[in-house]
């Protein structure tokens, strides 16, 4: 199995829809990271997690909805999304808590989500 | 300010030939880390090579090879000898210790077509 896994890799929804997204990671890291990408932007992070504990939120709307439930799964609840919303959504994960900057992260291949 | 600036949006070059992908950054830390990124079409983010701020010896792997310069905050990355599996989308990012969290600011990238 690969190091850091993510289903569905392609999903379309309505914007009245309720969906959820899926990584796994098969490293034995401790933290665990969602991040955004969309055209002609940065990759933005969203949520960071240490030992199943939300450390980072970076003011993401509430319609985006973390959940850890151990060091190794992490899913992403999606509900009233917005066109805007349409992006590349990306899971990494790191060895250690990655204070102090210098864990590397790795990534899963993403999720292409549009939403309609 | 943006932290990572990768000012070649988009590069062509022809199969053998030599490419170099510009990285400058800014940061008030003394200790910091930067990485390259590879994103081939599948998505993927494959991790290249993580420096910190204090080792300036610059790095050979294979084909790819990576110039850190302290003086002009640049950690530029050339690949020798081009192939058609290079052609991917390249980031550079930076870490800092001093935020004392896990964000790696990423550049916009630099899209690498190499032309068989």
């Known amino acids: 199995e690969t190091g850091v896994t993510q289903t569905p890799r392609h999903l379309v929804m309505g914007m009245t829809n309720k969906k959820s997204l899926k990584c796994e990671q098969h490293?034995?890291?401790?933290?665990m990271y969602w991040y955004k990408q969309s055209a002609k932007k940065p990759l933005e992070l969203m949520f960071v997690y240490n030992f199943k504990e939300q450390t980072e939120n970076n003011s993401v709307p509430s319609r985006f909805s973390p959940e850890c439930p151990n060091s190794s799964h992490l899913f992403l609840h999606l509900h009233t999304l917005q066109p805007e919303d349409s992006a590349l959504y990306l899971c990494a994960s790191s060895q250690g808590t990655g204070r102090g900057g210098r864990d590397t992260q790795y990534f899963g291949p993403g999720t292409r989500l549009t939403v309609l | 300010a943006q932290k990572v600036t990768q000012a070649q949006t988009e590069i062509s070059v022809v199969e053998k030939e030599d490419v170099t992908l510009d990285c400058v950054y800014e940061t008030r830390d003394t200790t910091y880390y930067l990485f390259w990124y590879k994103q081939p079409p599948s998505g993927e983010l494959v991790f290249l090579i993580r420096r910190n701020s204090f080792d300036e010896q610059n790095e050979i792997s294979g084909r790819y090879s990576w110039n850190f310069q302290k003086s002009t905050s640049s950690f530029n990355f050339t690949i020798t000898a081009s192939q058609v599996v290079d052609s991917a989308v390249y980031f550079c990012a930076l870490s800092e210790a001093g935020t004392g969290a896990n964000n790696l600011f990423f550049g916009t990238g630099t899209r690498l077509t190499v032309i068989p």
């Open positions: 490293l034995g890291h401790n933290a």
